[in-house]
């Protein structure tokens, strides 16, 4: 068992859990050994664990303190995987400390947060068993790509729960508003010719670039509109673009990757890729919409009585919004109210080098401590 917040963090990041989804950098993929080890750590403080397969080797992990006998239920919620490793120069799975740091993949996000949150249950472990309001600890998988984990989760639990809070690096703000998102491909196809004679086919490439500048102009005009107080307007960015075989063949095929952002307005006037599909028929843009995923923005009122038990907390925490996306999405929008907390800042999150401050990893468990011991008074 672990002595502190300090040396539990340590070992979680000494547990691969690299998503394999997007480049992992390791061989020691997926969220399977990092589940079983939570298991039997949560199952030592008095929890019961269920371990829900979602994908081969990758389990969400529901771990409860209580029965499910009708008391209100709330969950604390990170995520399971992280992001790859290639590039990075500090060891990815070390877990060493120096310069007040502990350093290593996940870290930041979402680690720290998942310790600072474990090790609140721990210290409440006497207790938990009979709040008012019952605790959970869930652990969703495929966060960092699909979030596969979550939508799943609140498809079988959401109605057991009231509120949700999900442990992402916020530097211990109450983030209850965030962009969606959607991904999607723009394909254009053409007819190859030798490019002597390049009147004899018709160029991928140029097609697709002429369509992202009507897009960009047309439709980024229009994403400006739908604006939000926190988070400013919807945008739309071109991430990634191929096509062509040689300088010598006219291109039949180009594609480009773009992410739209979607803010709340957005997304109640029929969301991103209603209006991306209406745009390109409207201009007649010579592309496809090929693998669009959509994800639904974020908005939690901040008079819910779970923010304003958590602003009461601590004089530090306030509220926030944030352009990125997380599980906290998919479970406000399956009904579950949610934020975002933890210690550790976003700004550390996928970076070759990433670490948390140990003063921030401290402050954030005894956040999380005060906050589960204001529940008994519930």
């Known amino acids: 068992m672990s002595q502190d917040v300090v040396s539990l963090l340590q070992q979680l990041v000494r547990i691969p859990s690299v998503n394999p989804d997007n480049a992992p950098g390791t061989e020691q993929i997926g969220e399977e050994t990092i589940a079983v080890f939570l298991s039997g750590w949560l199952e030592s403080i008095g929890a019961e664990v269920l371990l829900e397969e979602i994908k081969p080797g990758r389990p969400n992990l529901i771990a409860r303190f209580a029965p499910l006998d009708g008391r209100p239920r709330i969950l604390l919620g990170p995520h399971l995987d992280t992001v ?27 680690k720290g947060p998942m310790a600072a949150m474990l090790w609140a249950l721990h210290e409440h ?5 009979d709040l008012p309001v ?14 596969w984990g979550s939508k799943d989760f609140v498809k079988r639990h959401g109605k057991d729960y009231i509120f949700a809070l999900v442990g992402e690096p916020t530097s211990m703000q109450v ?24 009147e004899r086919g018709e160029n991928a490439i140029l097609k697709l ?24 307007r919807s945008t739309m960015n071109v991430g ?38 209406e745009t390109i028929e409207f201009h007649d843009l010579p592309v496809e919409i090929v693998n669009p995923d959509e994800k639904p923005p974020m908005e939690t009122a901040p008079d819910h009585p779970m ?4 602003l009461a907390t601590d004089a530090g925490t306030g509220l926030a919004g944030a352009p990125w996306f997380s599980d906290a999405a998919h479970l406000s929008n399956g009904g579950i109210p949610s934020i975002c907390i933890g210690p550790g800042s976003i700004d550390q ?24 011991s204001g529940l008994q008074h519930t």
């Open 84 to 110: 790859g490793v290639g590039g990075m120069i500090v060891e990815p799975f070390g877990g060493g400390i120096s310069d007040g740091k502990i350093w290593g993949r996940g870290s930041s996000d979402t």
């Open 125 to 129: 472990r006497e207790i938990l068993a």
């Open 134 to 147: 019952a605790v959970d600890f869930v652990a969703f998988m495929g966060e960092e790509s699909g979030q």
């Open 175 to 198: 983030v209850h508003v965030t962009k969606g998102s959607l991904w999607a491909t723009l394909r254009a196809t053409g007819k190859a010719a030798h490019s002597s004679q390049p």
């Open 209 to 232: 670039t002429r369509s992202l500048d009507q897009l960009d102009h047309h439709l980024g005009g229009q994403l400006a509109t739908f604006i939000h107080p926190v988070l400013g």
């Open 240 to 277: 990634m673009i191929r096509g062509g075989a040689r300088p010598n063949i006219v291109p039949d095929l180009a594609e480009a990757e773009i992410d739209i952002r979607i803010t709340p307005a957005l997304s109640a006037a029929g969301g991103a890729l209603k209006l991306l599909k």
């Open 307 to 310: 923010i304003q038990a958590l």
């Open 349 to 372: 999150a996928h970076t070759i080098d990433e670490f948390i401050e140990i003063s921030a990893l401290e402050q954030g468990a005894a956040f999380f401590f005060a906050f589960i």
